[in-house]
């Protein structure tokens, strides 16, 4: 694959006045979201930085190397029950603003522009479609967001070796899904997210929560939904109906 990078001619086009956001780990089923806010000293240019989901993993370790050297930056991140608590949306809005939490020990914070839409920060920020692949700080943000979770889910593997993890990231694959069918979930694992939902079941919660490896709240809210649903043959959810009394 060839990859376009930021050429040195369009140094002198880079607006150092931007923090730029992005995330890493929004569609898996496993593990937390990342994200990373970054931020470039006037002149700070390095070579290869681009979109992380277009680089190789090779090209993108090399990117985040440089980037860790010569930037400023903060990293923050989202948990799964979080993620199970608040939904993604929210839960990736939580991630960001730690890692402007983090960033503000450092610098200023203004002038922040972020991948994606609609998301609404605690710092006035802009949000720009496809921004990873506009704008070099942001672009710097996917690189440090996506290595630091690939890392994160690297250390599960070896305690969750029966998932694959390391494979597929978390990433909801023929693979892991079938592991999740056969082996059940972990408390690691999005259980708001539908193909973990469709493997959960009350004894496996009850023994979650008794053991402390769940919150209160994430264990009432899932318990009682999975009270009130069923999913049929075809793997849908629907409503339990409740049996009409006799007499």
């Known amino acids: ?36 806010a970054v931020y470039l000293d006037e002149g700070t240019y390095m070579e290869g930085i681009a979109d992380s989901k277009i680089l190789s993993a090779k090209k993108r370790q090399e990117a985040y190397e440089r980037i860790v050297v010569n930037a400023k930056y903060g990293i923050g991140l989202a948990t799964p029950e979080e993620i199970d608590i608040y939904n993604i ?25 972020v991948d994606g839409k609609g998301l609404k920060l605690s710092y006035p920020s802009m949000c720009i479609v496809k921004g990873d692949s506009k704008i070099y700080q942001i672009s710097a943000a996917s690189i440090i967001a996506k290595v630091t979770r690939d890392r994160i889910i690297e250390k599960f593997d070896s305690q969750f070796p029966e998932y694959k993890l390391a494979k597929h990231k978390g990433y909801p694959t023929d693979e892991h899904i079938n592991a999740l069918k056969k082996y059940g979930p972990t408390h690691f694992h999005r259980l708001s997210f539908c193909p973990v939902f469709q493997t959960l079941d009350i004894k496996l919660m009850d023994r979650w929560y008794l053991e402390g490896l769940i919150s209160e709240q994430r264990y009432q809210r ?6 009130s649903v069923e999913v049929d043959m075809f793997g849908k959810f629907r409503s339990r109906r409740r049996k009409k009394r006799e007499g």
């Open 1 to 36: 694959m060839n990859v376009k990078v930021m050429s040195t001619e369009k140094k002198s086009h880079i607006d150092y006045s931007i923090i730029g956001v992005d995330e890493a780990g929004r569609g898996p089923l496993f593990g937390p979201v990342v994200a990373a």
């Open 89 to 113: 949306f929210h839960a990736t809005e939580l991630a960001m603003n730690r890692a402007l939490e983090i960033l503000a020990q450092y610098v200023e914070i203004r002038n922040v522009q």
């Open 222 to 227: 899932y318990r009682m939904l999975l009270n």
